[in-house]
Structure formats: structure tokens, C-alpha cells
């Protein structure tokens, strides 16, 4: 068998195993039950940030 078959096998095995390992990770993460933070950790008021940015067109004279 040519090399670079052979290197084309190894990588396509590898991709399908990396691909079933995420699979199996997004299931087990998607199994948990994830439940809301209290309402009682958010006692503070939200801050509003806002930035402007100006830039000024000097024209020549």
C-alpha cells in the first residue's frame, strides 16, 4: 500500500474518533440538569456602559 493511502486511513480514523468522542461529550453535557441561578444572587441594580467614539473630519483649507 502507497503512503500516502496509508496516511489517509490513519487521519480518516483518527476524524471519526474525535467525532464520536464529541458526540458522547455533547450527550453527557446536554444530560445534566442544569437548573437556573436563585433570584436572591442578583439583588444589585444592572450597570449601563456605553461608550461613544467621535471622529472628527479635519478638512484642509
Wanted: with cysteine.
Amino acid at each position: 500500500m502507497d503512503r500516502s493511502k496509508l496516511v489517509a486511513i490513519i487521519t480518516g480514523v483518527i476524524s471519526i474518533i474525535l467525532a464520536i468522542a464529541y458526540l458522547i461529550l455533547v450527550q453527557l453535557l446536554d444530560y445534566r440538569d442544569m437548573k437556573p441561578a436563585p433570584i436572591s444572587q442578583f439583588d444589585q441594580a444592572p450597570a449601563i456602559i456605553s461608550n461613544c467614539w467621535q471622529i472628527y473630519k479635519i478638512a484642509e483649507v
